[in-house]
């Protein structure tokens, strides 16, 4: 399957993206994740992607669509994948059904995660990160068991830039004038799926497998 995890920052897609790709056997491409991987290395590129993302901007298309297209090409994403994070506009939806095309593929779902604006706030503000192994935790719904301390390798959180307050405002916004047009671009092409995204993960994830017939 080849699946597509739209939504908001916040709206969990991550989560249920990991178990989704699992749960299916394909790769799960995340966007994000490649581009805080690439500011931590401080290439040329790291250091272009580190501007954007501490103001709350998108990274611009043509580094975005390089980075992805070339994921699509390594690791058996050939054969599907789950999106989490890309595309966030038109123009970023034209490329990869270009590049699909080109393997004589296609999309077979589109998921929108449904969850309203305070809830975001309240979770991305609330979230620390371990900058070792990626774990995540939050202040209210997931907090370490040391304040401050990662449970897995005692490593000390951080509250990442974009997940302050003022950033994810900005990203929300940003979010609203850019990607909220793909839903009705994949709603016409009769691949959107509707998953309400409040709630335990577990019951996220199953009504996420409900929505595609998994």
């Known amino acids: 399957m080849r699946i597509i995890l739209l939504g908001p920052p916040g709206a969990g897609k991550g989560t249920q993206a990991v178990r989704l790709a699992q749960h299916l056997g394909v790769p799960h491409i995340a966007t994000g994740d490649m581009f805080r991987q690439a500011v931590e290395s401080a290439s040329p590129l790291g250091r272009q992607?580190?501007?954007?993302?501490?103001?709350?901007?998108?990274?611009?298309?043509?580094?975005?669509d390089a980075v992805m297209l070339e994921r699509l090409e390594q690791d058996g994403a050939r054969e599907g994948f789950v999106l989490d994070g890309y595309p966030r506009n038109l123009d970023q939806a034209a490329v990869l059904d270009e590049a699909l095309a080109r393997q004589g593929?296609?999309?077979?779902?589109?998921?929108?995660?449904?969850?309203?604006?305070?809830?975001?706030?309240?979770?991305?503000?609330?979230?620390?990160?371990?900058?070792?192994?990626?774990?995540?935790?939050?202040?209210?719904?997931?907090?370490?068991?040391?304040?401050?301390?990662?449970?897995?390798?005692?490593?000390?959180?951080?509250?990442?830039?974009?997940?302050?307050?003022?950033?994810?405002?900005?990203?929300?916004?940003?979010?609203?004038?850019?990607?909220?047009?793909?839903y009705d671009h994949f709603a016409e092409r009769g691949l959107l799926r509707e998953v309400d995204a409040i709630g335990s993960a577990d019951d996220v994830f199953d009504r996420l497998l409900k929505a595609i017939g998994a």
């Open 49 to 64: 992607v580190a501007g954007y993302m501490e103001q709350g901007e998108l990274v611009p298309n043509e580094l975005t």
């Open 105 to 182: 593929a296609s999309l077979d779902h589109v998921v929108k995660f449904m969850v309203t604006g305070p809830e975001i706030v309240e979770r991305l503000a609330g979230r620390w990160v371990c900058p070792a192994c990626g774990t995540a935790y939050h202040l209210v719904s997931k907090p370490p068991r040391t304040p401050g301390v990662c449970d897995l390798d005692g490593t000390p959180l951080v509250h990442r830039d974009d997940d302050k307050e003022e950033t994810v405002l900005r990203r929300l916004e940003v979010f609203g004038r850019q990607t909220k047009p793909l």
